[in-house]
T-cell receptor, first 116, second 113 residues
Framework: DAGVTQSPTHLIKTRGQHVTLRCSPISGHKSVSWYQQVLGQGPQFIFQ???????GRGNFPDRFSARQFPNYSSELNVNALLLGDSALYLC???????????????FGEGSRLTVL | AQSVTQPDIHITVSEGASLELRCNYSYGATPYLFWYVQSPGQGLQLLLKYFSGDTLVQGIKGFEAEFKRSQSSFNLRKPSVHWSDAAEYFCAVALGNFNKFYFGSGTKLNVKP
């Protein structure tokens, strides 16, 4: 079975540009979360989507947006890129929201964004 | 505010030695606690989790962790470290409906031959 897949794996952008990162969850998983991992730090929560609705948002500016599609895949968009947006962006899928689930997040390998 | 603290940034142990990685959390309600491992070029992989019940939980790869409510800690242990355990380890707390995870800053483990 395929795990969480993310694309692209690496990309380089310049300040002010826009970027779109893509994520396909594990088959059957309806929840997708996005995390930013800056070098030397732990992942920081950006968004969670469940059944195409935003269910959680972290402390990130409005330049960051996301959406989830009917097939449960997701996109993370970042506008007006800043140098500080350089990071590994991780997508994680899970089966649902409720406590009856395992609660486990399954992570992709990430998209490494470098902003010059 | 919720937070997770991993006080050790780097730890080096000899192969075969025991290991303990520390994790402290600050969270008002009953925490759901996790340990994840991140190897170079790979995504985060779940080692173990604590929701309730027995405070000593077993995970994959021979790891275990103990939840101590009085100390707000969830330390990860392994009795005998293998060279393949070299990686970065993250402790995480989830909110009640699992819609947001808070991660610590990680502990990088080096294993000496």
């Amino acid at each position: 079975d395929a795990g969480v897949t993310q694309s692209p794996t690496h990309l380089i952008k310049t300040r002010g540009q826009h970027v779109t990162l893509r994520c396909s969850p594990i088959s059957g998983h309806k929840s997708v979360s996005w995390y930013q991992q800056v070098l030397g730090q732990g992942p920081q929560f950006i968004f969670q989507y469940y059944e195409k609705e935003e269910r959680g948002r972290g402390n990130f500016p409005d330049r960051f947006s996301a959406r989830q599609f009917p097939n449960y895949s997701s996109e993370l968009n970042v506008n007006a890129l800043l140098l500080g947006d350089s990071a590994l962006y991780l997508c994680a899928s899970s089966s649902g929201l409720q406590r009856v689930t395992t609660g486990e997040l399954f992570f992709g390998e990430g998209s490494r964004l470098t902003v010059l | 505010a919720q937070s997770v603290t991993q006080p050790d940034i780097h730890i080096t142990v000899s192969e075969g030695a025991s290991l303990e990685l520390r994790c402290n959390y600050s969270y008002g309600a009953t925490p759901y606690l996790f340990w994840y491992v991140q190897s170079p070029g790979q995504g985060l992989q779940l080692l173990l989790k604590y929701f309730s019940g027995d405070t000593l939980v077993q995970g994959i790869k021979g790891f275990e962790a103990e939840f101590k409510r009085s100390q707000s800690s969830f330390n990860l242990r392994k009795p005998s470290v293998h060279w393949s355990d070299a990686a970065e380890y993250f402790c995480a707390v989830a909110l009640g409906n699992f819609n947001k995870f808070y991660f610590g800053s990680g502990t990088k483990l080096n294993v000496k031959p």
